[in-house]
């Protein structure tokens, strides 16, 4: 079976508390991605770590290369973990640029390296999803919900993802 | 939409240690599926309680309460926290008693209590698998696979779940 | 026996996630604390909280509220968590204004809601050596040594205090 | 300075879960006790694991060999962890044997790989007090008490050890 893309691109998911500077980071490591898929010794899968941004800083040159990363990749299902603040900017550009691939965003409000559930609740639930569906297109899942990429937005008041 | 039913039977996925009897126990609650669930706000499920046993104690009663329960139920979609030791015989016994729905069974080698990862992982493994699936059938799915129930086993010196 | 007074003033020691702004804070509550004395059943104490900053924002204004806290309570035994950036400077200040009391600061690198083991040790250890004590003077407890307050500083390369 | 001499027999405080037997152990490493002074760069000690036992199975040729281990170090400051379960039978039979040294007993209600705090605090809080006593005598400090041992008990309905 073709091996899942999986692409971490940075965000909230990944930071870490660095004690010498007192201060939250994305780090330059895949740790956080790591440990979820240290319980997954069934998924078939291939892991990249091609950017280490909060995704505020995310600019265009940024999303063309997460675009490019997939459109070269011989996998069809892509998973990419990325920060909330502007998932659904990158999305609607994958939406422009990926065809004929399936494409779920996630990503968590809080950090894995702060309380685990999240962070791993919103990756196996786009994992699982992923591993079934047989749909093409740009999705987004967070929360408890997969959705076609503009269908879910981030509630920036409830801290929360939500349909709209 | 209708709701996803969460049936929770026990097992080690919510054992909880007894300081006073410095066990492991079955709790009578659902606080492992709960806190989970917790960040699940966009997905619409009733989460019903029915046993509070290790897997090893279970028995066909058991097991017929459950296909009871499914089939009294609306919904089409059902997830099943279970022990792992006996996840394949209430799988097959579900697979004779149980048609025109999707039923996926999922646990954990370790309780959510202790760590929060795997136990997670695989709930939402299952979630995401459920929400998108259309097909019928009983299926497991544990540690990063989601198959038709009798194409995963328990392999006891590894302690994982594998194909076969 | 009289109960030892133990103030609360911030520092990371207490820092929370906020999901919602996306950094650290020091809450206005002493939830940290409270956590870790809820395993301590037979200390008899009296938890003020008085301050809620970063100590780096910490001023002399400060540090006399916290003097004049020492002063007026019956108790001779203070424990007192505070930022480790100016643990120093808030130690002189009270070795000035505080006499025939026993005072130990402490603190953590990293906050008790990203890693509860080392805030717990320090606070422990603070809280043991407080009980058995018969001193008076200002200390600094962190990383496994109690000194008097001069004689312990913090390493900001390595980010640990060390013996000078 | 002379190092403490801290000794791990096993008990509660250390157990943990294996998966492929579904049972808490007592593990023939001191990793618990190993994490927590990872934040004790200060402290001089030596680290010797003698027993790995289920302080309910723990005899009195156990019980010599402590003995035994404390009698023929150099260290005059003594750390023991312990079931808690015997605890009490420990510290009467070293009572008879240990002269001229300070021995504080520890230990844990719920394994430190279950909950980091509870171990964390009754360790670091005997740490801390065997750091600055000049007492001789065998002592137990649980949960915020530190007492000679004859007058801390484990009180069986409550979970925790009072004051007698």
Do not use: W
């Not at 990158?90 to 990503?107: D, P, Q, S, W």
């Not at 899942?141 to 709209?164: P, Q, T, V």
Request: aromatic content about 6%; proline content about 2%; hydrophobic content about 40%.
């Amino acid at each position: 079976m073709e091996p899942i893309l999986i692409l971490n691109t940075g965000g909230t998911f990944n930071k870490r508390y660095n004690p010498l500077r007192g201060e939250l980071e994305v780090p330059k490591d895949s740790n956080a991605i790591e440990s979820i898929l240290h319980h997954c010794s069934n998924t078939h899968y291939t892991l990249r770590s091609i950017l280490h941004k909060d995704s505020l800083e995310m600019n265009d040159a940024d999303r063309a290369h997460i675009a490019h990363t997939i459109q070269t990749s011989t996998s069809h299902k892509i998973l990419i973990v990325h920060g909330t603040d502007t998932m659904d900017q990158t999305a609607r550009f994958l939406a422009l640029h990926v065809k004929e691939k399936c494409v779920i965003l996630t990503g968590a409000m809080v950090p894995f390296s702060i309380d685990t559930t999240e962070a791993t609740a919103n990756f196996m639930f786009a994992l699982g999803a992923l591993h079934v569906t047989e749909k093409k297109g740009i999705y987004i899942a967070m929360h408890g919900a997969i959705a076609e990429h503009s269908h879910l937005y981030k509630n920036r008041e409830k801290g929360i993802f939500e349909r709209c």
